[in-house]
Nanobody, 125 residues
Framework: VQLQASGGGLVQAGGSLRLSCAAS????????MGWFRQAPGKGREFVAA????????SYADSVKGRFTVSRDNAKNTVFLQMNSLKPEDTAVYFC???????????????????WGQGTLVTVSS
């Protein structure tokens, strides 16, 4: 599967953005999908993960209540709706695919072998 993330941009604090991750090749419904981010000078940080059917979801504490992950398997697309954005959310956001077990949502980036190219989100104060 190949992944293409999009939707990043510049937004003021308190604003919203919706990221998309389009999958091609093998259908995205075969994979657990995750979102990660990497701020300048920092490591790759888990943001959210969603199970193959969308019934199980996991969020990092830092984004819980503000971000919502969802997927449309008919369109092979995963979304990350980001509300109430803060300057500390500024980062390159990546989507990733994992073949982990049905009930396990990985939070460690090395558990995701397939990555998209990243999209930059900049939140100004």
């Amino acid at each position: 599967v190949q992944l293409q993330a999009s939707g990043g941009g510049l937004v003021q604090a308190g604003g919203s953005l919706r990221l998309s991750c389009a999958a091609s090749g093998r259908t995205s419904s075969s994979y657990v999908m995750g979102w990660f981010r990497q701020a300048p000078g920092k490591g790759r940080e888990f943001v959210a993960a969603i199970s193959r059917g969308g019934s199980s979801i996991s969020y990092a504490d830092s984004v819980k209540g503000r971000f919502t992950v969802s997927r449309d398997n008919a369109k092979n697309t995963v979304f990350l709706q980001m509300n109430s954005l803060k300057p500390e959310d500024t980062a390159v956001y990546f989507c990733a695919a994992s073949s982990s077990g049905a009930t396990y949502l990985p939070r460690y980036y090395l558990e995701y072998p397939t990555w998209g190219q990243g999209t930059l989100v900049t939140v100004s104060s």
